[in-house]
DNA sequence: GTCTATATAATGATAGAC
DNA sequence: GTCTATCATTATATAGAC
C-alpha cells in the first residue's frame, strides 16, 4: 500500500481513538515509524487528511446505497441497510462525534459533506418510493407521508451511534439493535404486511 | 457581574461562534479585557470553563421540565416544550456540536452529562406517561409503545438542531418547526384526539 | 484582583541533505 | 521518498509585582 493510503489508515485509527482535535500530523507520522517531514511530502497539511478519510466514507456509502435495480425492496431489507450503516459510521466514528465541529471549521468539507449526504438521503429515500408502490406501506392521505417517514428513518440510521455514546451505553450489536427496533416500530402503524 | 460570571459569558459566545478547540484561554481574556494571567486567577483551567457551561445548561434544562404539579399535558404543550429545548440547544449550540468529542475528552464531563441527561429524559418521559392516563394516546397492546414514543421525541429534541446544520439549512423558526411538525406526525397514529 | 513577564511544551509546517 | 533540523506560532499555565 502506498503511504497516502497508510496515512489514512493511521489517522482514522487515531482519530477514532482520541478525536482529530488530539491528534497532530507528528502523532500520525510517529505511530507509522516516518518522520514528520515525511508526512508532510505526501500530505499538504492536516485538513486534507480529514478530507481524504471523508472521501472514503463517502465511497462506502455510495456502495452502501447502491441497490440492484428492479428489485422491490422490503421493509427487512431496509433493516439491513440501516445496520450496515451503523458499521460504517461505526468505522468512521470519529465523523459523527465531531461532524458539526469539522464542517463549521472548513467550509470545503461542509459544502461537499452536504452535498453527498443530500444524495445519499434521496437514495435512501427512494427506497420508501418503492414500499409505497408496492404497497408495503398502506397508501395514506397525506402527501408528505413517506417524505416523513424517510426523514425519521434517516435520522435513526445517523444519530444512533451518537445517541448511544451520550447515553453512556456501549456500542453492542444488541444496543445498535434498539436502534433497528426503534426504526421499525416508526413504521409499523404505515405498514400493510406487518 | 463578577469576573467568573463574565468569563462563562464571553467564552459561550466564543465557544458558539469559532467552536470550543478554536477559542483558547487567551481569546477569551483578550475578548473580556482583561489578562490572561487574571483569568487564570478565577479559573483552574480551560475544562473547568466548560464544565460550567455545562452546568448552566443542566440549569436551564431544570426549568425547562419543571412542569407544575397535578396539571396534565396536552399534545401542544409537549410541542411547546420541544421548540423551548430548541431555544435553550440553540443558546448552547456549541454543545451538540462538538459534544460526543468533548465527553469522551473529559470522563468527568461525561459521567456528570450522562447522570443529567438520564434524569431528564425520565422527566420527559413522564409527560408520556401522563398523556396515556389522561387518554390522549390510545391504549396500545406493546407495553414498550409509550416508552418508544418518548425516545422518538426525545431524539428529535436532542438532534434537530445538528441535523438542519449538515444538511445546510439555516437554524430559522421555520426550519425549527419543520422539527416539531416531524413530531406531531409520529405521533399521530396513536393519538386520540387528533 | 489585576497586571506584566515568562516558562514550557506542542503545534503545523518548511528547508535542505541524502 | 525519506530523513534531520528547525522555524514561527500558539497554547496552557505560573510567578511575582502592584
Known amino acids: 500500500m502506498n503511504t497516502f493510503e497508510r496515512i489514512l489508515d493511521t489517522a482514522l485509527e487515531l482519530f477514532n481513538r482520541s478525536g482529530s482535535e488530539a491528534v497532530s500530523t507528528n502523532h500520525i507520522a510517529e505511530a507509522m515509524g516516518i518522520s514528520p517531514g515525511n508526512l508532510y511530502y505526501h500530505v499538504h ?16 456509502w455510495d456502495t ?3 441497490l440492484p435495480e428492479g428489485v422491490v425492496p422490503t421493509v427487512d431489507d431496509l433493516a439491513g441497510l440501516v445496520r450496515v450503516n451503523f458499521e460504517i459510521l461505526w468505522q468512521f466514528r470519529f ?9 463549521q ?18 437514495g435512501f429515500r427512494q427506497l420508501f418510493d418503492g414500499f409505497a408502490q408496492a404497497g408495503i406501506l398502506r397508501p395514506g392521505s397525506d402527501p408528505q ?9 434517516w435520522m435513526i440510521s ?3 451511534l451518537p445517541t448511544l455514546e451520550i447515553s453512556g451505553q456501549e456500542i453492542n450489536p444488541a444496543h445498535l ?5 426503534l426504526m421499525l416500530f416508526l413504521l409499523q402503524p404505515y ?4
Open 45 to 60: 497539511n492536516k485538513d486534507e487528511i480529514i478530507r481524504a478519510i471523508f472521501e472514503r466514507l463517502f465511497t462506502a
Open 64 to 66: 452502501w446505497l447502491s
Open 95 to 103: 465523523v459523527y462525534r465531531e461532524l458539526n465541529a469539522l464542517i
Open 105 to 122: 471549521h472548513d467550509p470545503q468539507l461542509k459544502s461537499r459533506f452536504i452535498q453527498v449526504r443530500q444524495r445519499g438521503f434521496a
Open 145 to 153: 407521508e413517506v417524505q416523513r417517514l424517510a426523514e425519521m428513518c
Open 158 to 160: 445517523e444519530f444512533w
Open 177 to 181: 439493535q434498539h436502534g433497528v427496533e
Open 191 to 194: 405498514r400493510v404486511d406487518g
